[in-house]
């Protein structure tokens, strides 16, 4: 087959620099494991003892938020569907506020290391672990598909196997994860963050220079190519991508993504108080934007580069994931495309890293902790560090044998936000209805998370899925493309394309609309069983701590319980005057008819 026949193009010059960029992640890591508190207490290791500053903060985060997911499928799926995907970047700005105001200052407010801590609080144990098992299966997943990522970009440019890099990648970055705690994997996204931006922007500067006109031609062809598909307004759910698909599902994914999320919120608890981590998120929203347009505009880019001869219709690629370093291969020159390479490296490596981290945080302190404590076993803090760096090694191990399954699911950026959607929608929904919400009770919202995530994940694992319709591409312009355009007819007629309705509904919705249901669900689910549940106990709600619950309602919580107080207070003092008046009498009445 002539499918990815070109390999083996990296120079000595590119091996030097992937060389180099590997080698600064290890050395960070080797850094902060000899250097400060050199990571021998829990705190210092999941938390960097709250010493970070709001600029490395928003960077990591950015960092950590862009994978090499994004970074390749996104890019891809721009090059085939068009700019609608950029959509749903900024559909994230407008979740800042809701988190900064609702969300986060509730687990400053409580101060815990897993936010699922929260959910004992505020529903029970068990709440606590179903949530943060499925949290940890959906970090999991998706750690396994961003370790898979880079390989792509591997195999496109070196022909080394895909299983080689995975392994080389899992133990460059669990080594570094585990050496240097949270403090190395935030100082090392710095790094990685600023090596993507130069690298989409390298991308970019090349095809404008190569192009006449520069960035208006990139927009005009673009545009001819049914590229810059901003207004899609249809309603229809079963459309991949609309205006109302992207704002609301990409807005709902970074809200589950930032808000309730243990990577996130671990790295903005790195921080002295609320107040400095919410300039962080803000701060953070912008960068997220600029680095997702950049990302897909050099989709666009590298269309207008094929627009004549498409690298995955002429079979010199598999798939579009692979597009972005299969183009910088072919038109960079030796460095510069391992500079790249490592862009898409560090894309991946600074949000698994992330991962990892959080998956040790949610083990250490959902089930080493309370198992120790159950079975009444000393646990010092010694211990605690060990054993967190002891499961940072085990999810990598884990993760590289989920990385080796990814490559049987599909395109990057469709599994990943499917699998985040299914879960992760759900686990918002729980969160919410235990911050907006005192009639929720754990029963009632379990019974909501559980269905919502029976939908959720028949939707995303069901069988057989219709093909995504893609937008036109061309091989007119390639050197054999009169095979090629006969090849492709034939295939054409061989195969029998059936009618879109004939696959079950709920394989037909996009997947930006999981998290969307999930939420939904669990809400309305979760809510009206929570008031069901209550009848039939014949309680009423629980008096929760105020802190519990988002500022607002926190407030009207405490204004309530203190006008009750009054009330009560007042009662107390119309009585206490009444008795002393009754027994004045009673002693004068004496004393006269004696």
Same mark, same amino acid.
């Given at each position: ?78 090059? /085939? ?17 809701? /988190? ?56 496109? &440019? ?52 190569? /192009? =006449? ?22 309603? =229809? ?35 002295? $108080?609320?107040?400095?981590? &919410? ?62 390479? @490592? ?34 076993? !000393? ?59 005192? @009639?929720? $009770? ?97 309680? $009423?709600?629980?008096?929760? !701590? ?49």
């Amino acid at each position: 087959t002539p499918i990815e026949d070109e390999i083996n193009r990296l120079q000595w010059q590119d091996y030097l620099v992937i060389g180099a960029v590997m080698s600064v992640s290890i050395i960070i890591g080797l850094y902060y494991r000899f250097s400060g508190g050199r990571q021998s207490t829990a705190t210092e290791f999941f938390s960097a003892d709250n010493s970070l500053g709001v600029l490395p903060l928003s960077i990591a985060m950015m960092a950590s938020h862009v994978s090499g997911i994004t970074m390749l499928g996104m890019s891809g799926e721009t090059y /085939i569907r068009g700019l609608i995907v950029a959509l749903m970047y900024a559909a994230g700005i407008f979740t800042v506020p809701i /988190i900064a105001t609702c969300y986060l200052p509730v687990f400053f407010e409580i101060k815990v290391v897993s936010i699922y801590e929260y959910l004992e609080k505020r529903f029970g144990l068990y709440m606590r672990l179903l949530v943060s098992a499925a949290n940890f299966s959906e970090t999991m997943l998706l750690t396994g598909v961003m370790l898979y990522a880079p390989s792509l970009a591997l195999e496109a &440019t070196t022909g080394l196997s895909s299983t080689m890099s995975i392994l080389v990648l899992a133990v460059i970055c669990t080594s570094y994860s585990t050496l240097g705690g949270i403090k190395a994997v935030l100082i090392t996204d710095i790094f990685q963050g600023l090596l993507m931006l130069i690298a989409l922007i390298i991308i970019i500067f090349i095809v404008t220079q190569n /192009i =006449d006109g520069g960035i208006d031609s990139i927009w005009r062809i673009g545009k001819e190519g049914n590229r810059i598909n901003f207004f899609e307004w249809t309603i =229809d759910p079963t459309v991949q991508y609309t205006v109302w698909s992207t704002l609301i599902g990409g807005g709902l994914i970074h809200l589950a993504y930032v808000a309730v999320n243990q990577v996130q919120v671990q790295r903005l608890m790195t921080v002295k $108080n609320v107040k400095v981590a &919410t300039h962080a998120l803000f701060l953070c929203g912008p960068f997220i934007l600029l680095v997702g347009f950049l990302t897909c505009f050099t989709g666009l880019s590298i269309y207008v580069s094929y627009k004549d001869c498409d690298p995955v219709m002429s079979e010199k690629i598999s798939t579009y994931d692979k597009i972005l370093p299969y183009f910088t291969v072919e038109n960079l020159s030796p460095g510069v495309v391992g500079l790249v390479v @490592s862009g898409i490296f560090s894309a991946s490596l600074s949000t698994i890293s992330a991962m990892m981290n959080s998956l040790a945080a949610v083990a250490l302190e959902d089930y080493v902790k309370p198992l120790h404590r159950k079975f009444g076993i !000393d646990f010092s803090d010694n211990r605690a560090t060990f054993i967190a760096k002891s499961l940072t090694v085990l999810n990598g191990i884990i993760c590289m044998f989920l990385a080796l399954i990814a490559k049987t699911m599909g395109s990057l950026a469709t599994v990943a936000f499917s699998i985040h959607g299914s879960i992760g929608g759900p686990i918002l929904g729980i969160f919410t209805l235990g911050m907006f919400s005192e @009639s929720a $009770n754990e029963i009632g919202t379990i019974i909501g998370m559980i269905t919502a995530l029976c939908v959720c994940l028949w939707g995303t694992f069901g069988r057989p899925k219709p093909p995504i319709p893609k937008l036109p591409v061309s091989i007119e312009g390639c050197a054999n493309s009169t095979p090629l355009m006969f090849a492709e007819q034939m295939n054409f007629n061989s195969t029998i394309q059936p009618d879109q309705s004939s696959y079950f509904y709920l394989y037909r919705i996009s997947y930006l609309w999981y998290n969307p249901i999930g939420l939904t669900i669990t809400l309305v689910v979760g809510y009206v069983a929570s008031i069901i549940v209550r009848l039939i106990q014949g309680k $009423n709600n629980i008096e929760h !701590d105020p802190s519990l619950f988002t500022p607002f309602l926190a407030a009207r919580i405490r204004r309530r319980r203190q006008d009750a107080q009054k009330t009560t207070n007042s009662q107390l003092f119309v009585l206490e005057p009444s008795r002393i008046r009754g027994s004045f009498c009673n002693e004068m009445t004496r004393n006269y008819i004696e």
